[in-house]
């Protein structure tokens, strides 16, 4: 089966940087996404990692060992509106091609 | 690019009847669309995959002839929920992909369902 752990709330100060990890266990990986979703909204794509190491967009980073089965984003210059659920997901092949397993979410609250 | 659609965005039934929800990929053909449900507070489930001309593929647990899924062309999908109950009532979200194996996938706004 697959599963995937990450905190289910995480409080941070505007301005500052916030980690989120996940770690996941499943029959096969062929890589690590991230969704922010806000409350009553539907989830939005934030990065991918298919291979090792650090991808960045903007204020957002997200990082992979595959080796660790572990990735995490990184929030950095966080703002209020950064404030919202944030979800791993892993696309496993033993769970059909093109299927994504999420993680049950991290609540990030920014708080001044 | 990669917008996705959803109809209704809210709708509130009695038990017992069916609703149908739809889901369009408004700027891309859909190869694959995917219907999850949330429950408040939890993460999204996967509850089928749906690809143009055959039949979608349910999860374990999920009862296909009670959400009953087409998806007739490569921008639309839908899913009906038969003889509603209260149960039913969720946030049921699409989400597709612009091509087989693509790693990302693009989210309806979702649908919220409350069945009286």
């Known amino acids: 089966g697959q599963s995937l752990e990450q905190p289910s709330e995480v409080t941070a100060v505007e301005g500052a940087i916030v980690q989120i990890n996940c770690t996941y266990q499943?029959?096969?990986?062929?890589?690590l996404s991230w969704y922010q979703q806000h409350d009553g909204g539907a989830p939005t794509f934030l990065s991918y990692n298919g291979l090792d190491g650090l991808e960045e967009t903007g204020r957002f980073s997200s990082f992979l060992s595959r080796s660790d089965s572990y990735g995490y984003l990184l929030l950095q210059e966080l703002q209020m509106k950064d404030s919202a659920s944030y979800f791993c997901a892993v696309r496993d092949p033993g769970a059909g091609s093109y299927q994504l397993t999420f993680g049950k979410g991290t609540k990030l609250s920014v708080i001044p | 690019g990669a917008v996705v659609s959803q109809h209704p965005s809210r709708v509130i039934c009695k038990s017992g009847t069916s609703v149908k929800i739809e889901c369009r990929s408004l700027?891309?053909?859909?190869?694959?669309m995917f219907w999850y449900r949330q429950f408040p507070k939890q993460s999204l489930m996967l509850m089928a995959t749906?690809?143009?001309?055959?039949?979608?593929?349910?999860e374990q647990g999920v009862e296909k002839d009670k959400f009953l899924i087409n998806h007739a062309s490569l921008t639309l999908s839908t899913l009906t929920v038969t003889s509603a109950h209260p149960e039913d009532s969720s946030f049921y979200i699409c989400?597709?992909?612009?091509?087989?194996?693509?790693?990302?996938?693009?989210f309806g706004p979702g649908t919220r369902l409350t069945v009286l």
């Open positions: 700027d891309f053909q859909a190869t694959t």
């Open positions: 989400s597709a992909t612009a091509q087989r194996g693509a790693d990302t996938q693009y």
């Open positions: 499943t029959s096969g990986f062929y890589g």
């Open positions: 749906s690809n143009e001309g055959s039949k979608a593929t349910y």
